[in-house]
C-alpha cells in the first residue's frame, strides 16, 4: 500500500491515558510473531500463521513503515494500530479512484475487552485528521466480527455497503473528517 501522502513518519509518540503509539522496535518482535501466530486473533484475518514460518520470516524489526503504530502498554507492545492507503482494487471504495485512508487494527487476545482498540485506534484518527485535514477514513471488517463492528460504531463510522470478500461477508463504513473520535 502507497503512504498517507507527504506525512513525516515516524510521528512523535502519541500517548493516551493508559497507551502510548509508537514506531515498531526490535524488542516487539516477539509480539508481532504472537500477534500473527494467535488462533484468536487470526479469526477474521484468514486465520493463524505457522509459527516456525513467522519465526523465519518477521525481521528483526517489525512493521516498520509509514502508517503502523505500535500500541505499547506498561512498556510491552499489545497491538497494532494501521492507517494506510486502501488498495484500488479492492472491493469498497467511496471515492471513484479508491486509495482512501483505511484504519486496520489488531491486538493480542489478552488485551480484548479492556477498551484498548477503541483508545488506540481514537488516538490514531485524531493524529491523522492533523496530519490530514479533511481525509474522510475507510474501515473494513467481517460482518461476523462482532467486536470490530461494535467498535466501529463506537469510532463514529458509518455502513457504506457490504459485500463478499475473502469467502466472507465485508462491512465497509466510513468516518467523516469532521466525526469526534469519542
Not at 477474521?44 to 513467522?54: F, I, W
Not at 487494527?105 to 480484548?112: H, V
Amino acid at each position: 500500500m502507497s503512504e498517507l501522502g507527504s506525512v513525516a513518519w515516524p510521528p512523535a509518540p502519541i500517548r493516551t491515558e493508559r497507551l502510548v503509539l509508537r514506531e515498531s522496535e526490535a524488542r516487539d518482535r516477539a509480539a508481532f510473531i504472537e500477534l500473527f501466530a494467535s488462533p484468536e486473533v487470526g479469526t477474521y484475518l484468514g486465520g493463524p500463521r505457522p509459527r516456525d514460518e513467522l519465526e523465519r520470516a518477521v525481521p528483526e524489526v517489525p512493521g516498520r513503515r509509514p502508517g503502523l503504530f505500535v500500541v505499547e502498554l506498561d512498556g510491552a507492545m499489545i497491538g497494532t494500530v494501521t492507517l494506510e492507503r486502501r488498495d484500488a482494487e479492492r472491493p469498497g471504495h467511496i471515492r471513484p479512484d479508491g486509495e482512501e485512508a483505511e484504519l486496520g487494527y489488531m491486538f493480542l487476545s489478552e488485551a480484548w475487552g479492556r477498551g484498548y482498540a477503541a483508545e488506540a485506534c481514537a488516538a490514531a484518527l485524531d493524529w491523522c485528521a492533523d496530519a490530514l485535514p479533511g481525509e474522510p477514513v475507510v474501515l473494513c471488517t467481517q460482518t461476523a466480527n462482532d467486536r470490530s463492528m461494535r467498535l466501529a460504531a463506537k469510532l463514529g463510522f458509518t455502513e457504506v455497503e457490504r459485500f463478499e470478500e475473502f469467502g466472507s461477508e465485508q462491512w465497509f463504513g466510513v468516518r467523516s473528517a469532521g466525526a469526534s473520535s469519542g
